[in-house]
């Protein structure tokens, strides 16, 4: 798989990240058996093995069971360690006893949540540490404080945010002295609003990668028959399948592939995080690397997926 420079760093990743939320097999830390442990390290280094060097981590992800799995794998192949580009997010807080779900950008919450993924991964440094939800109580300066702490203790090597409006990145970036790296956003054929909002016209202005998630929606997009979430209902969702299977003939790959190289096509260098457990899937999933759309069949796609003609 091509590797990619990640926005204004050195690091360079594969044109696909691979999303380890699903590895333990559940969301619930006290449900991880030892079979979905064992098929979640089969399943990273199958990922490995198709050519995935960009890894998307969260201190949430199965209550840090999803971090541990990796730190195993990585303890079990040294070429995984050698190559793997890892991110992992914070800023999420599931509520103990009475407090309410929130998020916390204070800086000592930053700070503890970065040390306790590196514990669950056996890591001395994370490359890239994004803020997960934006934290309505956000104070820039406090950010700031907790990320030159950070890069100051040789903990992580860059920084990014997640599901940031372009106002919210703007407004945290004035307060650092590094330029922020990713933008990773929800992201699909059936969900454009990155597209409309100006986030993509920001992160090709300043050359911050956006990071797809959900690139496939749901896996609506792939080849399976997953339902329609509520955000996308203004699109035609039907007639996008319809449109990805005829090019899907006759460009001789799947739905899936081919729904990721719409993201891909972009200029501003979208990375799409693919979740799946299962190595042929990885594998398939791996050749949208390989297509390259034409400015005509980029579009026969989009005005599939939009509710109305272009105007």
Request: glycine share 6%; with cysteine; charged share 25%.
């Amino acid at each position: 798989m091509k590797q990619v420079r990640i926005g204004r760093s050195t690091l360079k990743g594969s044109r696909l990240a691979f999303g380890c939320w699903r590895i333990a097999g559940t969301w619930e830390a006290r449900k991880v058996t030892a079979k979905a442990r064992e098929a979640g390290l089969k399943a990273i280094l199958a990922a490995h093995e198709a050519g995935y060097t960009l890894f998307d981590h969260a201190d949430i992800y199965c209550g840090g069971v999803s971090e541990e799995l990796f730190g195993l794998a990585l303890k079990q192949s040294k070429a995984l360690k050698k190559s793997a580009v890892i991110a992992t997010k914070c800023g999420i807080r599931i509520p103990e006893g009475n407090e309410p779900y929130r998020y916390d950008f204070s800086a000592d919450y930053i700070i503890q949540s970065c040390e306790k993924s590196l514990q669950r991964m056996d890591v001395d440094c994370v490359d890239i540490y994004q803020l997960h939800r934006p934290d309505w109580l956000m104070d820039p300066d406090e950010v700031a404080k907790a990320f030159t702490t950070l890069k100051k203790a040789g903990k992580v090597k860059y920084f990014g945010v997640s599901n940031f409006r372009p106002s919210q990145v703007r407004l945290l970036q004035s307060a650092l002295k590094d330029p922020l790296l990713v933008n990773q956003v929800e992201l699909s054929l059936l969900q454009l609003t990155p597209f409309e909002d100006g986030t993509l016209d920001q992160c090709q202005e300043h050359k911050i990668t956006p990071m797809a998630w959900s690139p496939l929606a749901g896996g609506f997009l792939g080849n399976g028959k997953s339902t329609v979430l509520p955000s996308q209902e203004k699109y035609k969702p039907t007639k996008i399948r319809r449109r990805l299977d005829t090019m899907a003939r006759e460009l001789g790959a799947s739905r899936a592939a081919v729904a990721l190289a719409w993201l891909m096509r972009h200029p501003s260098g979208i990375i799409p995080i693919v979740g799946s457990t299962k190595s042929e899937r990885i594998r398939e999933l791996a050749e949208s690397d390989e297509i390259q759309l034409t400015h005509e069949q980029w579009y026969a796609l989009l005005t599939s997926a939009l509710k109305e003609d272009l105007p």
